[in-house]
């Protein structure tokens, strides 16, 4: 890649049991083209999965597109000729004072993506971005995006705001989420916390029945044609196209991305001989996650990596699916087993050292699956079953959560001491996979909780379309799930607040006196006008490692 800088003026666990059981920013600019004729035009590469942006640093951000081409080279086709393409980043939309640019190269060893890891930009600015591809003739121009880098490392930051998702399943329901998300148009980024897309084929997944659109391919994706055309067909959405193209992406992958309950070893939805070598469909799953997504791999085959954001916050990235233990068998006790681990060892001392040395004010963890840990107490047959299953729970009740870090405890008790230890303070979890949005505080000791302090809070946000308790049982939303939710809270009360219906994603609104999650829900999934309203809002207040409810959002 060759580029220039000119100085500027002055970012699930599903239901395997419960399915046994029971304006908006949008694109900003039409592509273009200066084709002379029509078998030009035909012929001219375009730019068919949007643009997007990602990992912001306070001098750069992450740019990038995929070209087709040529008509036919879809996704993990193989299809196309080289294609050189240029890419333009400027604060001002019309593009009349380029910031940076430069020319890459789109080819098929990786499947025509593009990316440009630009540097040389202000901090704490908003900027517009676009390609172009084509020869003299044929030149055709990309959507436009807009993205904006963080502050600079030691700025003090009155306020930060961060849109969170997790979990969109293609056939389970429209993305009118990623649509909203891109119409608040005061985020920083957003964070997507995992289940970018499902590996499952047509009709495995969702429980309710008939998809709502099909997938592609139809089959369970497996090699590495499957998942970049799985990946390929997610960026066809005009939502989630949408939504990258208004705001930066900071993105961490969770188990779909490769297949159900993955572990370092396997998954439970991969059977070795039939289904090939794990160690091959992982080495594809991650190729394309990186093709497709703009994320910047912090060390090679992995997501883990730290954020700053000014003094007021870091933002800690975990990868829990490559380097974890399988998660255990119940009934044996493995789950207190400290040879077992849900970070691995290397990262786990990252993340403390992290914590530790951080001068940030808010300490922000990003995890794919909860750490607040999760009993249950009586609970009625019919909804123990639907529960276990999205939770990863064993349907005989037993308060264990294999998948998250209730199947480790040894590694959630060592990061625990660690902030009680080290007198950490202020450190927010922001989680995503259970397909329910929570509000609790993290107990040091989960049993003699609340005379055991709270070492820090967390905010789960539920899914964008994955199915949750109403989706399962096929009722309708609040039938069931006030009784469950109850129990829930009444048998773990650092757990403050649980809906186990909604649809949607949050806002976390971040200043120095408090961190605060904004919850919004969807009217329907399975509407593509689906609207969008504010349902609930939680905070912690500096210093206190304790959530309380508000009663209105920020914004």
């Known amino acids: 890649m060759t580029s220039r800088h000119v100085p500027s003026p002055s970012r699930r666990t599903v239901v395997r049991a419960a399915a046994a059981t029971a304006a908006a920013v949008p694109v900003l600019s039409a592509a273009t083209t200066t084709s002379a004729t029509a078998d030009s035009q035909a012929a001219a590469p375009a730019f068919l999965h949007g643009v997007a942006s990602g990992d912001p640093l306070p001098d750069g951000v992450l740019l990038w597109t995929r070209v087709t081409p040529e008509p036919g080279a879809e996704p993990g086709s193989g299809r196309g000729a080289d294609t050189p393409v240029r890419w333009e980043i400027a604060e001002d939309r019309e593009f009349t004072a380029i910031a940076a640019s430069g020319t890459t190269l789109a080819s098929a060893a990786s499947d025509h993506t593009v990316k440009a890891d630009v540097r040389g930009l202000r901090p704490a600015t908003s900027y517009h971005f676009r390609f172009t591809a084509g ?88 090699n590495l044609a499957d998942y970049r055309l799985r990946h390929g067909t997610y960026k066809t959405d005009t939502d989630l196209q949408a939504l990258h193209a208004a705001h930066p992406v900071i993105a961490i992958w969770d188990d779909h991305e490769f297949a159900n309950d993955a572990w370092s070893g396997g998954a439970q939805n991969h059977t070795p001989g039939t289904e090939g070598v794990w160690e091959q469909r992982v080495a594809a799953a991650k190729q394309a996650y990186f093709e497709w997504m703009p994320v910047r791999a912090s060390t090679e085959g992995t997501v883990y990596r730290r954020l700053r954001f000014g003094r007021l916050a870091d933002l800690h990235l975990l990868d829990l699916r490559s380097f974890r233990s399988q998660q255990a068998s119940i009934g044996n006790g493995a789950v207190d087993d400290p040879e077992r681990t849900i970070t691995g060892r290397a990262q786990l001392d990252w993340l403390k050292a992290g914590l530790a040395g951080s001068d940030a004010v808010w300490k922000l963890v990003g995890t794919s699956v909860m750490i607040s840990p999760v009993a249950f107490g009586a609970l009625p047959a019919h909804l123990l079953g639907p529960l ?168």
């Open 135 to 222: 020869g003299e003739g044929a030149e055709v121009r990309s959507p436009v995006g807009r993205t904006r880098t963080a502050p600079a490392t030691g700025a003090s930051v009155a306020g930060l705001r961060f849109g969170v998702v997790s979990c969109a399943n293609w056939e389970a329901g429209w993305f009118s989420a990623y649509r909203h998300l891109a119409a608040h148009n005061d985020l920083d980024a957003v964070l997507h916390l995992g289940d970018y897309l499902y590996e499952y084929a047509t009709g495995g997944y969702p429980t309710q029945g008939a998809a709502l659109r099909e997938h592609r391919p139809a089959h369970e994706i497996l």
């Open 388 to 555: 276990t299953g999205l939770l990863g729970l064993p349907k005989e009740g037993l308060a264990v959560s294999v998948d998250q870090w209730d199947g480790y405890t040894d590694d959630r008790k060592e990061l625990i001491g660690h902030l009680r230890d080290r007198g950490i303070t202020d450190t927010v979890f922001l989680t995503g996979d259970v397909h329910m949005a929570w509000a609790s505080e993290v107990p040091v000791k989960a049993a003699t909780y609340p005379l055991s302090p709270s070492a820090a809070t967390e905010f789960v946000v539920t899914s964008v379309t994955s199915d949750n308790l109403d989706d399962i049982l096929r009722v309708a939303p609040q039938t069931v799930s006030l009784a469950a939710a109850a129990a829930v809270r009444t048998a773990n009360r650092h757990v403050k607040w649980v809906d186990m219906d909604s649809h949607g994603y949050g806002v976390l609104d971040v200043t120095a006196e408090r961190s605060q999650m904004d919850y919004y829900v969807l009217s329907d999934k399975t509407a593509k006008d689906a609207a969008s309203a504010w349902s609930r809002s939680y905070r912690t207040r500096r210093g206190t490692q304790r959530v309380e409810r508000v009663d209105r959002p920020v914004r």
